[in-house]
C-alpha cells in the first residue's frame, strides 16, 4: 500500500501486485426501459455499482469498467483482482456494474420475475444500462476525457465485446475473458461442452474418465431394477427416490459438479461459485479412483462441490441442483431465475451429453425441448440465431481493440474466439487456465501461461489508452 502512495505522490507509473481497494457500494437512478417509452416512461430502478478512485489520476487517468453478468456483484469484484492491479499499475478508477435483475438490481423488488415484469431482462436493455451509466458517471466525476476500457469474464466477457461493438464511441477496448460468444449465439456443435468438461478429467487420468462413466453405468442399472433404496443409501439423498425424474434430477446434479470443478480447475483454492479446492479436477479423480465402490466414490466426489463444509449429512436433490434452461447450471436463488430467463430468450444453451464423446449419461436437449420447456416456464418461445443477428456472431473482422481471453482448461473456451482476427482483435490462449482464470488476481500459484497472458493484456490495453487519449483531446 506505500509502495502505491509513493508512485501516486510522484507521479509515476509503478505495478503493485497485491492492492486491496476499499470498494464503495453506491447506486445509479437507471431507466427502465430503454426503447419503449409508453411502457415505463422514463422510471427507473436503482442499480447498484461498485467504485474505487483510490488508484485514480483524476480526471485523466482511464476508467476500468466491469460489466457485470450473472450475480451478485461483490462476487465479481472479489474474484477479478487483476482489474484492480492493473488500475495501480495504469492509474485508473475501477466501476464493477451490476447487471439488471441480479444481486439487489430488481427493478420491480420481489415482483421482478413474474409475468410481465421480467420482460425487461435483456441483453440490449443491461447493454444500455452501461452505456448510461458511464456516460453520466463521467459527467458527474470531471472524467469527459478518460478512455473507458471494459472488463468482463463468461457471460460478462460477452457484454463487454457487445459494449464495443454497439457503442464503440463510449468504449475503447475491451478484455473478455472465457466469452462463449459463438456457442451462446447457436453456433457449434451441442456436444462440445461436456465432451470439453470429460477432457479435462481425461487428460489427468484416462482412467478416472472410465470410472466415472463407469459409475453412471452403475446408476443407470439400479435404476433400471427400480433399485430406488440402494440409490439412496449410496448417494446419501434425503428423500428415497421414487421416479425416472428423481434419477434425471440426480443425474443432472451430479453431471453439474464435474461441470464446475472443470470451469474452477484454478491451482488454488478459491471461494467463487461455491467452496473449491487446488486443483479441483485432480482431487475429484483421485476421489474417483482411490475408491472401493463407484457409486460412493462419485458420491464423495460430487461432495467436493455440494458438501465442502462437510455439515450435510444428506444430499437434497432439489434444493441443491436445479434443473432449467442451462444445462450447464443456473445457480440457486433469484439470480437462477434471471439465467433461466435469459436462457429461455437471446442466450442459446442447447448442450448435451450423449455417453459416446463425454462419461455421462445420455441428456438431451434440443431446440423442440427448449421450446417446451420456456414456454410452459417462462411463457415466451425463443428466437433462435437472434444473438447471432444482433450481435455479428463470428462476422467480427470490421470491429477493432477487443481481447479474447481463453483457458485451455475451460469447458467454455472453444465456444468463444480462438484465433486472433486482425493485429486489434487479439486471441490469447492460456494453456494451464481455467474459467477467466486471467482475471484473478496474482497468485503464486499462477501457471507462467497466465502471467505471460497479463502482461499481454496489460501492454495491449495501456496501448489502447494512448490511443484513446489522443483521439480525445483532439476532438475526434
Same mark, same amino acid.
Given at each position: 500500500?506505500?509502495?502505491?502512495?509513493?508512485?501516486?505522490?510522484?507521479?509515476?507509473?509503478?505495478?503493485?501486485?497485491?492492492?486491496?481497494?476499499?470498494?464503495?457500494?453506491?447506486?445509479?437512478?437507471?431507466?427502465?426501459?430503454?426503447?419503449?417509452?409508453?411502457?415505463?416512461?422514463?422510471?427507473?430502478?436503482?442499480?447498484?455499482?461498485?467504485?474505487? &478512485?483510490?488508484?485514480?489520476?483524476?480526471?485523466?487517468?482511464?476508467?476500468?469498467?466491469?460489466?457485470?453478468?450473472?450475480?451478485?456483484?461483490?462476487?465479481?469484484?472479489?474474484?477479478?483482482?487483476?482489474?484492480?492491479?492493473?488500475?495501480?499499475?495504469?492509474?485508473?478508477?475501477?466501476?464493477?456494474?451490476? *447487471?439488471?435483475?441480479?444481486?439487489?438490481?430488481?427493478?420491480?423488488?420481489?415482483?421482478?420475475? %413474474?409475468?410481465?415484469?421480467?420482460?425487461?431482462?435483456?441483453?440490449?436493455?443491461?447493454?444500455?444500462?452501461?452505456?448510461?451509466?458511464?456516460?453520466?458517471?463521467?459527467?458527474?466525476?470531471?472524467?469527459?476525457?478518460?478512455?473507458?476500457?471494459?472488463?468482463?469474464?463468461?457471460?460478462?466477457?460477452?457484454?463487454?465485446?457487445?459494449?464495443?461493438?454497439?457503442?464503440?464511441?463510449?468504449?475503447?477496448?475491451?478484455?473478455?475473458?472465457?466469452?462463449?460468444?459463438?456457442?451462446?449465439?447457436?453456433?457449434?456443435?451441442?456436444?462440445?461442452?461436456?465432451? !470439453?468438461?470429460?477432457?479435462?478429467?481425461?487428460?489427468?487420468?484416462?482412467?478416472?474418465? !472410465?470410472? #466415472?462413466?463407469?459409475?453412471?453405468?452403475?446408476?443407470?442399472?439400479?435404476?433400471?431394477?427400480?433399485?430406488?433404496?440402494?440409490?439412496?443409501?449410496?448417494?446419501?439423498?434425503?428423500?428415497?427416490?421414487?421416479?425416472?425424474?428423481?434419477? *434425471?434430477?440426480? %443425474?443432472?446434479?451430479?453431471?453439474?459438479?464435474?461441470?464446475?470443478?472443470?470451469?474452477?480447475?484454478?491451482?488454488?483454492?478459491? *471461494?467463487?461459485?461455491?467452496?473449491?479446492?487446488?486443483?479441483?479436477?485432480?482431487?475429484?479423480?483421485?476421489?474417483?479412483?482411490?475408491?472401493?465402490?463407484?457409486? *460412493?466414490?462419485?458420491?464423495?466426489?460430487?461432495?467436493?462441490?455440494? %458438501?465442502?463444509?462437510?455439515?450435510?449429512? @444428506?444430499?437434497?436433490?432439489?434444493?441443491?441442483?436445479?434443473?432449467?434452461? &442451462?444445462?450447464?447450471?443456473?445457480?440457486?436463488?433469484?439470480?437462477?431465475?434471471?439465467?433461466?430467463?435469459?436462457?429461455?430468450?437471446?442466450?442459446?444453451? @442447447?448442450?448435451?451429453?450423449?455417453?459416446?464423446?463425454?462419461?455421462?449419461?445420455?441428456?438431451?436437449?434440443?431446440?423442440?425441448?427448449?421450446?417446451?420447456?420456456?414456454?410452459?416456464?417462462?411463457?415466451?418461445?425463443?428466437?433462435?440465431?437472434?444473438?447471432?443477428?444482433?450481435?455479428?456472431? &463470428?462476422?467480427?473482422?470490421?470491429?477493432?481493440?477487443?481481447?479474447?481471453?481463453?483457458?485451455?482448461?475451460?469447458?467454455?473456451?472453444?465456444?468463444? #474466439?480462438?484465433?486472433?482476427?486482425?493485429?486489434?482483435?487479439?486471441?490469447?490462449?492460456?494453456?494451464?487456465?481455467?474459467?477467466?482464470?486471467?482475471?484473478?488476481?496474482?497468485?503464486?500459484?499462477?501457471?507462467?501461461?497466465?502471467?505471460?497472458?497479463?502482461?499481454?493484456?496489460?501492454?495491449?490495453?495501456?496501448?489502447?489508452?494512448?490511443?484513446?487519449?489522443?483521439?480525445?483531446?483532439?476532438?475526434?
Amino acid at each position: 500500500r506505500e509502495t502505491i502512495k509513493t508512485c501516486l505522490q510522484l507521479d509515476i507509473e509503478c505495478y503493485y501486485t497485491d492492492p486491496k481497494p476499499q470498494f464503495k457500494e453506491k447506486y445509479f437512478p437507471q431507466i427502465m426501459d430503454h426503447f419503449n417509452f409508453n411502457s415505463m416512461g422514463n422510471g427507473t430502478y436503482e442499480q447498484r455499482y461498485l467504485i474505487t &478512485d483510490e488508484y485514480w489520476k483524476s480526471g485523466s487517468g482511464p476508467i476500468f469498467f466491469y460489466t457485470g453478468n450473472e450475480g451478485d456483484i461483490w462476487e465479481f469484484a472479489l474474484n477479478s483482482g487483476f482489474i484492480t492491479e492493473l488500475a495501480a499499475q495504469q492509474r485508473a478508477l475501477v466501476i464493477f456494474a451490476e *447487471h439488471r435483475y441480479y444481486g439487489k438490481s430488481l427493478p420491480f423488488g420481489q415482483d421482478s420475475f %413474474n409475468i410481465p415484469e421480467v420482460g425487461l431482462l435483456t441483453v440490449e436493455q443491461a447493454l444500455a444500462d452501461y452505456a448510461i451509466m458511464i456516460t453520466e458517471l463521467k459527467q458527474q466525476l470531471g472524467a469527459s476525457a478518460c478512455p473507458v476500457i471494459v472488463f468482463g469474464g463468461s457471460y460478462g466477457g460477452m457484454l463487454s465485446v457487445y459494449m464495443r461493438l454497439r457503442y464503440p464511441n463510449i468504449v475503447a477496448g475491451a478484455l473478455a475473458a472465457s466469452a462463449p460468444i459463438l456457442s451462446t449465439a447457436g453456433m457449434g456443435e451441442s456436444k462440445q461442452f461436456f465432451q !470439453d468438461v470429460t477432457s479435462d478429467f481425461e487428460n489427468y487420468a484416462p482412467e478416472c474418465r !472410465d470410472a #466415472v462413466r463407469g459409475a453412471f453405468q452403475r446408476l443407470q442399472d439400479l435404476a433400471q431394477i427400480e433399485d430406488y433404496g440402494r440409490i439412496q443409501s449410496a448417494f446419501s439423498l434425503c428423500k428415497t427416490p421414487s421416479s425416472y425424474k428423481d434419477i *434425471h434430477q440426480l %443425474n443432472g446434479l451430479l453431471r453439474n459438479a464435474f461441470t464446475l470443478m472443470a470451469m474452477l480447475d484454478y491451482p488454488y483454492s478459491t *471461494h467463487f461459485m461455491g467452496s473449491m479446492p487446488a486443483n479441483p479436477v485432480k482431487v475429484a479423480c483421485d476421489t474417483m479412483l482411490g475408491g472401493a465402490d463407484l457409486l *460412493h466414490a462419485l458420491k464423495d466426489t460430487a461432495g467436493i462441490v455440494y %458438501n465442502s463444509t462437510g455439515d450435510l449429512t @444428506c444430499f437434497d436433490l432439489y434444493t441443491l441442483y436445479v434443473e432449467c434452461a &442451462d444445462p450447464t447450471g443456473c445457480g440457486l436463488g433469484f439470480n437462477s431465475l434471471a439465467w433461466d430467463y435469459q436462457a429461455c430468450t437471446e442466450i442459446e444453451m @442447447c448442450y448435451e451429453s450423449n455417453n459416446v464423446s463425454d462419461m455421462f449419461p445420455l441428456m438431451p436437449f434440443t431446440e423442440k425441448q427448449r421450446e417446451q420447456y420456456c414456454s410452459k416456464r417462462w411463457g415466451v418461445i425463443p428466437r433462435p440465431g437472434w444473438l447471432k443477428t444482433q450481435f455479428w456472431g &463470428d462476422a467480427l473482422s470490421t470491429a477493432s481493440n477487443i481481447i479474447f481471453s481463453n483457458g485451455d482448461l475451460d469447458p467454455w473456451a472453444n465456444g468463444g #474466439v480462438r484465433k486472433s482476427l486482425s493485429s486489434s482483435l487479439i486471441a490469447i490462449n492460456i494453456s494451464e487456465g481455467a474459467h477467466h482464470l486471467d482475471l484473478r488476481e496474482a497468485n503464486d500459484a499462477d501457471p507462467a501461461s497466465v502471467i505471460k497472458a497479463r502482461k499481454m493484456e496489460s501492454d495491449t490495453i495501456a496501448q489502447w489508452v494512448k490511443m484513446e487519449r489522443k483521439c480525445l483531446q483532439r476532438g475526434f
